[in-house]
């Protein structure tokens, strides 16, 4: 959990998931904390890192 001095706490517990609070997008998940313009580009995130099923860690790099 992320505690910010203006009352915004982040739990990056758990799966990548994108969210909306107050002061815009973020990625959060897996101990992260990533700020996005959109959702579009947090959904764009989360498939950039996570792996494909059953892909080698070599085809999941690119």
Do not use: C, Q
């Amino acid at each position: 959990m992320l505690h910010f001095s203006d009352g915004v706490n982040l739990d990056t517990s758990g799966p990548l998931r994108v969210v909306h609070l107050k002061d815009g997008w973020y990625v959060l998940g897996n101990g992260m904390s990533i700020p996005v313009d959109s959702r579009e580009e947090g959904e764009m995130i989360i498939r950039e890192v996570t792996p494909e099923k059953g892909a080698t860690p070599d085809e999941a790099s690119g």
